[in-house]
C-alpha cells in the first residue's frame, strides 16, 4: 500500500496568515503517460463528512475558494491557505488515488 | 445536487451481521463508480470498498475481504454494503462516497454524512 505522511499534526495560525500543510507519498503518485499526479485534498470540519478541496494535485473542485491552493509533484505535494478564515477551522487530509486501496494522510488539525 | 444518504448502522454483538444501504440521488447513479470508507479514531481514514458504474468490477481492502460484500441495485439507486462477521474494529462512521468516474480508482467528489457502526458485546 502508498503511506501518505502528513505534517504537522496540528497547526495554529493567526486569521488572514497563510497555512502549509505537507503530504508525502511513500512512492510517487506522478502517472507519466498523461504527467497528472493522482493526489487529493479534503477539508473535514466537525461533525461532517470530508469534502473534496483540490484533486489532480492542484485543480479546486467547482466552489472552493481561491485562497486554497495545491502544489507539488511526484511524491512531495503542499496544501497552502493563502489567507485563513475563521471557516477554514478544519481537519485536512490527503489522499492518492493513484492505486487501489486509495490512503488517506494522517489529517492535519488547523486551528485559530 | 448531489445527495447520498447512509442508513442501516447500529449496534452489533462481534461475529454478527449488518446491512448498510445509500439511497442516491442528484445524479446519473448508473455513470458512477462508488465506495465505502470508514473513519475511527484508531485508524483514521479507511478506504474498504468500491464498485464499478455498472457492477462489473469490485474492489475489497484486505481487512474486509471475505467478510463485507458491496452490491449495487441501478433500479433502485441504491448501494449496499453486507457485513459479515464483524469484529469489534470494524466499529466506525461508514461513509457512502461517489467519484467522478465510471472505475475506480478515482478521486472522492461526493460523501454522504455517514453511519455509525457500533461492534460490542
Known amino acids: 500500500d502508498i503511506v501518505m505522511t502528513q505534517s504537522p499534526d496540528s497547526l495554529a495560525v493567526s486569521l488572514g496568515e497563510r497555512a502549509t500543510i505537507n503530504c508525502k507519498s511513500s512512492q510517487s503518485i506522478l502517472y507519466t503517460s498523461n504527467n497528472k499526479n493522482y493526489l487529493s485534498w479534503y477539508q473535514q470540519k466537525p461533525g461532517q463528512p470530508p469534502k473534496l478541496l483540490i484533486y489532480w494535485a492542484s485543480t479546486r473542485q467547482s466552489g472552493v475558494p481561491d485562497r486554497f491552493s495545491g502544489s507539488g509533484s511526484g511524491t512531495d505535494f503542499i496544501l497552502t491557505i493563502s489567507s485563513l478564515q475563521a471557516e477554514d477551522v478544519a481537519v485536512y487530509y490527503c489522499q492518492q488515488y493513484y492505486t487501489t486501496p486509495l490512503t488517506f494522510g494522517g489529517g492535519t488539525k488547523v486551528e485559530i | 445536487e448531489v445527495q447520498l444518504v447512509e442508513s442501516g448502522g447500529g449496534l452489533v454483538q462481534p461475529g454478527g451481521s449488518l446491512r448498510l444501504s445509500c439511497s442516491a440521488s442528484?445524479?446519473?447513479?448508473?455513470?458512477?463508480?462508488l465506495h465505502w470508507v470508514r473513519q475511527s479514531p484508531t485508524k483514521g481514514l479507511e478506504y474498504l470498498s468500491a464498485i464499478s458504474h455498472d457492477g462489473g468490477a469490485t474492489y475489497y481492502a484486505d481487512s474486509v475481504k471475505g467478510r463485507f460484500t458491496v452490491t449495487r441495485d441501478s433500479s433502485k439507486n441504491t448501494l449496499f454494503l453486507h457485513m459479515t462477521s464483524l469484529r469489534t474494529d470494524d466499529s466506525g462512521v461508514y461513509f457512502c462516497?461517489?467519484?467522478?468516474?465510471?472505475?475506480?480508482?478515482?478521486?472522492?467528489?461526493?460523501w454522504g454524512q455517514g453511519t455509525l457502526v457500533t461492534v460490542s458485546s
Open positions: 442528484g445524479f446519473t447513479f448508473s455513470s458512477h463508480a
Open positions: 462516497v461517489r467519484s467522478d468516474s465510471y472505475g475506480f480508482p478515482y478521486f472522492l467528489d461526493h
